[in-house]
């Protein structure tokens, strides 16, 4: 990898970091050139604006949290194991979540929401990717009988991510983790009733 190349992965990962903690509004290229200890004409050479790194960033933070998601459910057989392997990756959301700062889609989608539709539609674009991700599992437990045949993979697909976020949300914001723990008991429960065995 070239140095003009490092040199940009640094200004992403250092904004990364800024992003998810301060915010997108609250950062200023000053603080991403204290952080890098880059000059401006660094940064402006690679990027046209701080709408371009925080979009970069995102994508990144997006790359980032798909490799937990592919790493934890490989290894897992059965669809229920996946889910609640999803869960897990933000087990510890107060003390050490997947990204400094918390869960980047959640941060991104509440601060996009107005004032920059560039990247809350990228928001949006990731927010259904995972959907889609987790509605995957929920057809491979359907198709192998793990999960009752006329269940609803999309509908439920969404409950459980919009679940996952609710519960980093909620445990951030008490800072306790307990509101994950709680949430993941609850989605076992659910998961079960799924199940094909307990068909009347």
């Known amino acids: 990898m070239n140095k003009v190349d490092e040199t940009r992965n640094l200004i992403i990962q250092t904004s990364l970091a800024l992003f998810n903690k301060k915010g997108y509004s609250q950062t200023s290229i000053q603080d991403i050139m204290t952080a890098t200890g880059l000059p401006k004409g660094a940064i402006y050479r690679r990027f046209e604006n701080k709408n371009d790194i925080a979009i970069a960033s995102f994508e990144y933070a997006g790359s980032l949290i798909w490799q937990y998601y592919f790493e934890a459910t490989k290894y897992m057989v059965t669809a229920t194991d996946k889910l609640i392997a999803m869960f897990h990756i933000y087990q510890d959301a107060v003390n050490n979540p997947p990204i400094e700062g918390g869960c980047p889609l959640l941060n991104t989608a509440i601060e996009s929401d107005f004032g920059f539709p560039e990247l809350h539609e990228k928001a ?3 927010y259904n990717r995972t959907v889609f991700f987790i509605q995957g599992i929920i057809d491979e437990g ?12 999309y509908s439920l697909a969404s409950f459980l991510f919009s679940t996952i ?11 306790k983790n307990e509101h994950m723990n709680h949430s993941v008991e609850q989605v076992k429960i659910l998961l079960q009733h799924y199940t094909e065995k307990n068909q009347s």
Do not use: N
């Open 124 to 126: 949006s674009e990731a």
């Open 165 to 175: 976020e609710g519960a980093v949300m909620a445990s951030r914001l008490s800072l």
């Open 142 to 153: 359907i198709h192998t009988k793990e999960f009752r045949q006329e269940m609803d993979s």
